[in-house]
Every structure is written in C-alpha cells, then in structure tokens.
C-alpha cells in the first residue's frame, strides 16, 4: 500500500504516516487540502479515500486528510473528481451557514486523533 500519497493539514497525520507513505502537509484549511487533491486528480491520481469521512460536519473540524493514488492513470477518473467536487460544494456550504467554532487546544488535538485514526484504519 505504499504507493499512495497522503495529503492532509492534520499534524499527527503528518508525523504518522509520513515515514511509510509520501506525505504533502498543507499549511491551510480543508479547502487547500481538497485543491490540492483535485490538482493530483486533474494530473490522473484517483481518490483512495473519500473526502468527507466519518460523521463529523465539515465546518467542526480543521482537519482533514485525504489518500490519492502515487500512481498516474491515463485520462480523468470521474468518480474521483465529482466525489472531491462535491466535497468542497458540501464544506463551502457548511462554512458559510455556520463557519468553524474556536475550539480549545484539547478539542483540536481530539479533532486531529480522529481525522488520523479514520485514514489510519481505511489502510490498514
């Protein structure tokens, strides 16, 4: 499985994974995390994970990660363009109507273990 890329924001993705897996940290939002993604898909990585995992709405947490294929395909998986485009319409929508909350340091270290923990166990 180590011909994946990991793209996320999350600091413990980061330092987890970034031994056994090529690993891009985006200094940003969900939103720079999903640009980049579709930027990969454009150039014919597909999505191994969905944009939008587990049941946390996209405006309560600042972390995400996403897994894309290391390895190009020959023309645009359609499948893995309209799953990250509609992950970016679903967190502008969620930001706008309700933005992200001030969490305290402890909640955003919360919201970083389960962001890892749900990438972890998809490849695992």
Same mark, same amino acid.
């Given at each position: 499985m180590e011909s994946l890329?990991?793209?996320? /924001? /999350?600091?413990?993705?980061?330092?987890?994974?970034?031994? &056994?897996?090529?690993t891009e940290f985006i200094e940003g939002s969900t939103m720079e995390v999903y640009k980049k993604a579709r930027n990969y898909i454009h150039d014919g990585h597909r999505l191994l994970t969905h944009p939008i995992m587990g049941s946390i709405k996209p405006n309560e947490t600042p972390y995400r990660t996403?897994?894309?294929?290391? &390895?190009?395909?020959?023309g645009l998986d359609l499948q893995s363009i309209e799953l990250i485009e509609?992950?970016?319409?679903?967190?502008?929508?969620?930001? &706008?109507?309700?933005?992200?909350? /001030?969490?305290?340091?402890?909640v955003l270290e919360d919201f970083q273990l389960i962001d890892y923990d749900l990438i972890y166990h998809a490849l695992t």
């Open positions: 890329i990991v793209i996320t /924001n /999350n600091p413990m993705s980061k330092r987890e994974f970034e031994e &056994k897996y090529k996403v897994v894309i294929t290391k &390895k190009y395909f020959q509609e992950a970016m319409h679903t967190t502008e929508k969620f930001l &706008k109507d309700f933005g992200i909350p /001030n969490w305290g340091e402890k």
